[in-house]
């Protein structure tokens, strides 16, 4: 909401944290990776304040000066946590934290919907004259980033690809806690060319277990390209970016139904998930995901069932949030506010995508000319043709037994490396080919990727190649493959055929994922021989 005082010299803002919560050491990285000024609380306690804005109504609230507002921090109310507050009452509207002693410390209960104001009444019935519907700031900037949904895909090297989003909440019910081996198991069973998975932790997650621990825990899928999501606005890129989601019972997965993507409901019950909540409505619409293997199948369910009515039903004044929070914050401080509300705005692209696998098991199917690419992890329980992997860069297990091996040529600038100083030995594409295939016996293919449509391929049994990937042009967009794909669907279709030394030039279809691609297989080229690599 503090965009509501930009550009206005009036306004010091100074942050707090109140004591008593177990993720606090994440909540000060986060402010002091925003360079947010902080207050200790006992200099909090001892100052007077204009204004006092909070998104938990938990801790000693009440002892802070000035006039106090209150916002939710998810999509409004579905949970009760266990063992915090009172039994089976929304977290959040829980008068032991809303009126402690029976007396209402918070000035302005300020909610997204009307609904949200009958059960604030429902449960603290003295509250109700205390509550306004302001919309939601997170929603309004979320569909403010929806003309941004290309750049964030191009940020994720998503490509053409489906991606697919899986959200977790934090506690005993999470999906992360519940069900901790989904995300490794849908990045080994789906064709890593046809879909792009990624995961999105509640912060309290990131904080409780650590980036180090997670990333230790998640190794194999981060390493066969699971997209991690950092803990702060990122996440709302991820849902923008999405064709879906799969989801527990946290209310990140309003917000994506908000924005008309197709959910999937992963959640396994339990005590937490309020009946009747907006949450528990999308769920009871949501297909189900018992199994990973049927996640394509439950997609298809998924596609065809609209669920923005639900999320509807949980944000009104969409688009409006911040002009209301403006008027109503500057009419509590005793301001005129010294411009227009700012828009919503965007948020950021996320900063990078998934590590590039350094090794694929691939499954082929070679129809004459046409040749169809599937890869998945090497942990995949997939029937494959063939492993291909990166050289040097994959581990030993990869490199003994891999039948393509590939390596990628350096960047250079335009007149070479950039220090032309540079002491070197390189190899051209020739002689690497040449050294890979004498020093691993087991490899049937080396190729030299030179660039995003050219390579160098040398079989074992049929000699030098060059290769051209031709993009795919549509609608005004160029599309591409990985080249490392068409490097395996050349290397089976050589396989199963036994082209003669002198065979003109052949141009062969490949297919990976959604796309569909022409491969031009010819003598090799003296540029791309002496290529350096």
Not at 144 to 160: C, E, K, M, N, V
Not at 273 to 292: F, T, V, Y
Request: glycine residues 8%.
């Amino acid at each position: 909401m503090l965009p509501v005082f930009l550009g206005d010299q009036r306004i010091t803002t100074r942050f707090t944290l109140v004591p008593g919560s177990d993720f606090d050491v994440a909540a000060l990285a986060a402010l002091d990776r925003s360079g947010a000024r902080t207050m200790p609380w006992g200099e909090a306690l001892r100052t007077d304040h204009d204004l006092v804005l909070a998104a938990s109504p938990k801790g000693e609230l009440r002892e802070l000066s000035g006039p106090r507002v209150l916002l939710p921090h998810g999509a409004g109310f579905n949970k009760a946590v266990r063992d915090d507050g009172s039994p089976g009452v929304p977290s959040g509207l829980d008068p032991a934290y809303l009126l402690p002693g029976g007396i209402p410390w918070a000035d302005l209960h300020a909610l997204a919907h009307d609904d949200q104001v009958a059960l604030l009444a429902h449960h603290c019935p003295s509250l109700a004259g205390r509550a306004g519907v302001v919309g939601d700031p997170t929603l309004d900037r979320l569909l403010a980033s929806a003309d941004h949904r290309a750049h964030y895909r191009d940020a994720l090297g998503t490509g053409q690809r489906r991606l697919m989003v899986l959200t977790s909440t934090w506690g005993p019910e999470s999906l992360l806690s519940r069900r901790p081996e989904l995300p490794g198991e849908l990045v080994a069973m789906l064709p890593q060319d046809a879909f792009q998975i990624a995961l999105v932790l509640h912060p309290n997650e990131h904080s409780r277990i650590g980036e180090f621990d997670l990333s230790r825990r998640l190794a194999p899928a981060l390493a066969a390209g699971l997209v991690l999501s950092r803990p702060y606005e990122e996440w709302a890129a991820l849902l923008v970016a999405a064709d879906a989601v799969v989801t527990d019972h946290g209310s990140t997965a309003l917000y994506a139904a908000a924005l008309g993507r197709p959910v999937v409901n992963a959640y396994d019950g339990g005590d937490e998930l309020l009946p009747g909540s907006p949450m528990a409505r999308l769920l009871a619409r949501a297909p189900r995901l018992a199994e990973a293997r049927r996640l394509e199948e439950v997609l298809s369910e998924a596609v065809g069932r609209d669920t923005r009515p639900v999320a509807d039903a949980a944000f009104a004044r969409q688009g409006e949030a911040l002009p209301r929070l403006q008027r109503r914050l500057y009419g509590m401080l005793g301001l005129h506010p010294v411009a227009a509300a700012a828009e919503a705005r965007a948020f950021p692209a996320p900063d990078g995508g998934a590590r590039r696998p350094m090794a694929h098991a691939v499954r082929t199917e070679v129809n004459g000319l046409l040749i169809g690419v599937e890869r998945f992890p090497p942990q995949t329980p997939h029937t494959v043709h063939h492993l291909a992997a990166e050289h040097p860069k994959a581990g030993p297990r990869a490199l003994q037994s891999a039948a393509v091996l590939w390596r990628c040529a350096r960047p250079t600038g335009p007149t070479g490396p950039a220090d032309p100083r540079t002491a070197s030995t390189t190899w051209t594409a020739a002689g690497w080919t040449a050294h890979v295939l004498e020093e691993a016996p087991l490899c049937r293919t080396a190729a030299a990727v030179l660039s995003a449509e050219r390579c160098l391929l040398r079989h074992r049994s049929h000699g030098l190649f060059s290769i051209r990937v031709e993009p795919r042009r549509a609608g005004g967009r160029v599309s591409r493959i990985d080249p490392v794909a068409a490097v395996s669907a050349v290397h089976a279709w050589l396989g199963a055929t036994a082209p003669a030394a002198s065979a003109d030039p052949v141009v062969l279809t490949c297919e990976a994922g959604p796309l569909s691609v022409l491969v031009h297989l010819g003598p090799p080229s003296p540029a791309d021989l002496d290529h350096e690599l």
